[in-house]
């Protein structure tokens, strides 16, 4: 019996560079809902000063709707940031697989070459980023005569 095994799914190639990219993505994410909710906040007291300049009561209706709203705007905002967040994670994830594999590939057929043997053909996934990478090796390797010959 034919035993088929499915190939294993890694979310870093090459860790250093993806955590990398991926705080980078997080970071503009980060500060847009700490803009957000310093405005949120701001727009907030605004309208208790207003509220105090019209000379409402401490203990006036308005002031709990305004509660209620900044309750209700906080969580919109946090939700929005974890939404956000996780859309981007999954995103910074496949785009950091688009270009760290084909350098991973690379890298690892250059170590892997014998000396004397020749480098077998690097070929990188259809969706990979750098396509000329390995065309421009290849073709190095064939003007050298540095191809491995099967």
Do not use: C
Not at 22 to 37: D, T
Not at 42 to 48: C, H, L, Q, T
Not at 54 to 68: F, N, T, V, W
Not at 103 to 110: A, D, H, V
């Amino acid at each position: 019996m034919k035993q088929t095994i499915k190939p294993r799914l890694k979310f870093f190639v090459n860790r250093r560079f993806q955590l990398h990219f991926i705080a980078l993505v997080f970071a503009p994410i980060i500060l847009s809902a700490v803009i957000m909710y310093a405005s949120k906040e701001f727009m907030f007291r605004e309208k208790v000063s207003l509220g105090e300049q019209l000379g409402l009561p401490a203990d006036h209706g308005y002031y709990e709707l305004l509660k209620y709203h900044q309750s209700i705007e906080n969580q919109m905002i946090f939700f929005s940031f974890f939404a956000s967040a996780l859309i981007f994670l999954a995103w910074s994830i496949f785009i950091s697989h688009r270009i760290a594999g084909p350098i991973y590939r690379m890298t690892e057929s250059l170590k892997n070459a014998k000396p004397n043997e020749g480098l077998k053909p690097v070929h990188f996934r259809p969706s990979d980023f750098f396509q000329e990478m390995p065309e421009a090796l290849n073709e190095f390797l064939d003007k050298n005569n540095l191809s491995k010959k099967d």
